[in-house]
Antibody
Framework: EVQLVQSGAEVKKPGESLKISCKGS????????IGWVRQMPGKGLEWMGI????????RYSPSFQGQVTISADKSISTAYLQWSSLEASDTAMYYC?????????????WGQGTLVTVSS | DIVMTQSPDSLAVSLGERATINCKSS????????????LAWYQQKPGQPPKLLIY???TREFGVPDRFSGSGSGTDFTLTISSLQAEDVAVYYC??????????FGQGTKLEIK
């Protein structure tokens, strides 16, 4: 069974750093692109970027380029989303999801989400 | 970037009636080499992650009830629920995955029971 299990909720202060994770199981983790999607409170879905864990090829949405870093450790089947300096506007639910085939395919399996709250 | 615009923003339909959600892309998402539309639909219920319903604009994901159908080509697409059930109350999103990133979503359509 394909599963993406994300790390737990985080409460951080502005200016702090953070790295959240997404562990894949039940499939060949290195053979599928993993994407990250932001959902701000009460708002819609925003596509942030993707990574191919096989070679760490990474693509970002222009809206998120330079704001976050996507990485992966294929030895432990885990993808990451990290911030070096959080802002209150980063408060959101973050989902990882698997692209079904190549990068330009649909998102067929989703993690449960990680809620990030940034508040002083 | 390709901009995806859904209409309406919200919709109230009676149980058993048809619900129709529209999605328009700012440029064609039809790839001429394979004649496929790079468009997916997702359903998100409160407190849950999105769930894939349809890909290639009209192919239902395994296990999705056949009351859900997708249609359209090029820049205009439709998600239809033929007979609304109570469990279909959710927010629905379209997404394009054409060519290179970013693979943008529509703003969502909230579907409620009338």
């Amino acid at each position: 069974e394909v599963q993406l299990v994300q790390s737990g909720a985080e409460v951080k202060k502005p200016g702090e750093s953070l790295k959240i994770s997404c562990k894949g199981s039940g499939y060949s983790f290195t053979s599928y692109w993993i994407g990250w999607v932001r959902q701000m409170p009460g708002k819609g879905l925003e596509w942030m970027g993707i990574i191919y864990p096989g070679d760490s090829d990474t693509r970002y949405s222009p809206s998120f380029q330079g704001q976050v870093t996507i990485s992966a450790d294929k030895s432990i089947s885990t993808a990451y989303l990290q911030w070096s300096s959080l802002e209150a506007s980063d408060t959101a639910m973050y989902y990882c999801a698997r692209h079904e085939g190549g990068s330009n395919t649909w998102l067929d399996y989703w993690g449960q989400g990680t809620l990030v709250t940034v508040s002083s | 970037d390709i901009v995806m615009t859904q209409s309406p923003d919200s919709l109230a339909v009676s149980l058993g009636e048809r619900a129709t959600i529209n999605c328009k892309s700012s440029q064609s998402v039809l790839y001429s080499s394979n004649n496929k539309n790079y468009l997916a639909w997702y359903q998100q219920k409160p407190g849950q992650p999105p769930k894939l319903l349809i890909y290639w604009a009209s192919t239902r994901e395994f296990g999705v009830p056949d009351r859900f159908s997708g249609s359209g080509s090029g820049t205009d697409f439709t998600l239809t629920i033929s007979s609304l059930q109570a469990e279909d109350v959710a927010v629905y999103y379209c997404q394009q995955y054409y060519d290179t990133p970013p693979y943008t979503f529509g703003q969502g359509t909230k579907l409620e029971i009338k």
